[in-house]
């Protein structure tokens, strides 16, 4: 979990299994809290769990300034098509006040819809201005 944490810390959103996804929920939320306070103390408390000192030092600085508003409810689990190798199933963690937009993935298939329907409605067209041009001759 320690490293799962350092990660999520790192990159801001990771991709996991649903059940430690969740689970990660547990422990990064206390350390963002500790975080806010920005003690010595609270320095010495969250590197017990997390031994990475760039990771310590995101947390102290951008992370803990960015939600130093929010009560509480630091993270976000976006839940994902099953694993292709064991069919496990996925999730996305991300930090909520990191998220831009949808997963891209979301993204892509609405795009894709888009082409597709409009290239149906090109052809239904086109085939609509065949047949007049049919019937007129």
């Known amino acids: 979990m320690a490293n799962l944490c350092t990660q999520l810390i790192l990159h801001k959103r990771i991709r996991t299994t649903e059940a430690k996804a969740k689970e990660m929920r547990r422990y990064i939320e ?18 017990k769990f997390i031994r990475n000192k760039q990771a310590i030092k995101e947390l102290f600085g ?17 839940k994902l098509p099953p694993r292709f190798g064991d ?9 909520v006040d990191y998220s831009e937009a949808p997963t891209e993935r979301r993204r892509g298939r609405q795009d894709r819809e888009k082409r597709v329907r409009g290239s149906k409605e090109a052809q239904a067209k086109a085939s609509g201005e065949q047949k007049q041009a049919a019937a007129t001759a």
């Open 62 to 78: 951008e992370i803990a300034n960015k939600v130093a508003d929010r009560p509480g409810g630091y993270t976000r689990v976006i």
């Open 87 to 95: 069919a496990a199933k996925m999730a996305m963690i991300e930090l």
């Open 30 to 47: 206390p350390l963002i809290t500790r975080a806010k306070e920005g003690t010595t103390h609270a320095h010495r408390e969250v590197f």
